[in-house]
């Protein structure tokens, strides 16, 4: 997908892998170069942007509960926007901003909350570092290693540099559903004992499986996400993902009057 001559994206949605991205809704792996879209409202999902450290400048990220922050390069964005919130996001002048932007679907129990919001500083991630791997676990937690917690559900984002003929290994929480996309090279996978080869243009989702590892022989980079599946219907127009027909028609009324906030 592209739009304009400043923004390109491979996008991944829930209805292409048979429900097993649940609890996700939508994967972009995106790069922009210009704003392109404009403040926009969400609702009923966290929207999260992860930013890559090959970013260059900064990436200017406003929302409706205030926040007016500036991301550097390798930072999260969790916006959990609940009942809804309005939300911009847009690269500062001469910057190129390389980023996964994630919809994770929330609980219908949390749908009706309150928004909230946390930034984590890629300086703040801890990272874990072996023969062949760098892992900064920017969210959840992954071997003894934990990161930021989200402000709604357990969630794990673990960014995965291999050097070649490096490999790492991810144990997640039983019941937990994976998801792992390739960011750079080509990365062999092994889950109960079967091995996937993915490239950039490939993503994998599976639930349950407690091993997952990663390797790569010339090398490469890709994001694991990781978080206990919903498994409750919803009803989605664009950024809204709500419990059912009535309750999406509200918000977006809500919307339509000016009740999910402003960006001044």
């Known amino acids: 997908m592209t739009r304009g001559t400043g923004f ?5 949605i829930h209805r292409q892998l048979d429900g097993l991205m649940d609890p996700l809704i939508m994967v972009d792996h995106f790069t922009m170069t210009e704003p392109t879209f404009g403040p926009h409202a969400h609702a009923g999902i966290s929207a999260v942007t992860v930013l890559f ?5 900064s990436f200017r990220n406003r ?6 922050i500036e991301l ?7 916006l959990k926007a609940g009942r809804g919130a309005v939300h911009d996001e847009a690269p500062t002048p001469g910057s190129r901003t390389h980023a996964l932007q994630i919809f994770v679907n929330l609980p219908a129990a949390q749908k009706l909350e309150a928004p909230s919001a946390r930034h984590v500083a890629a300086t703040e991630m801890p ?35 291999l050097q070649a003929n490096g490999r790492f290994t991810h144990r997640a929480d039983p019941g937990d559903a994976s998801w792992l996309h390739v960011i750079r090279g080509e990365i062999d996978v092994e889950i109960n004992g079967t091995c996937h080869r993915l490239s950039s243009d490939t993503a994998l989702a599976t639930h349950g499986a407690e091993e997952i590892r990663v390797l790569s022989a010339e090398g490469g980079q890709a994001v694991l996400l990781g978080g ?3 498994r409750e219907p919803f009803v989605q127009k664009g ?26």
């Open 8 to 12: 390109e994206a491979l996008s991944f």
């Open 53 to 57: 450290e090959d970013s260059t400048g």
């Open 63 to 68: 929302d409706s509960l205030g926040n007016d």
């Open 72 to 78: 550097a390069r390798g930072d999260l964005y969790w």
């Open 127 to 161: 990272v874990i570092e072996g023969p062949g791997h760098r892992v900064r676990v920017m969210t959840g937690k992954s071997n003894g290693v934990t990161g930021a917690t989200p402000p709604a559900l357990p969630f794990t984002i673990l960014d995965i540099a």
């Open 228 to 230: 206990m599946p919903l």
């Open 239 to 264: 950024p809204f993902a709500m419990r059912d027909a009535s309750q999406l028609t509200a918000v977006i009324a809500a919307h339509a009057a000016g009740e999910l906030g402003s960006i001044d």
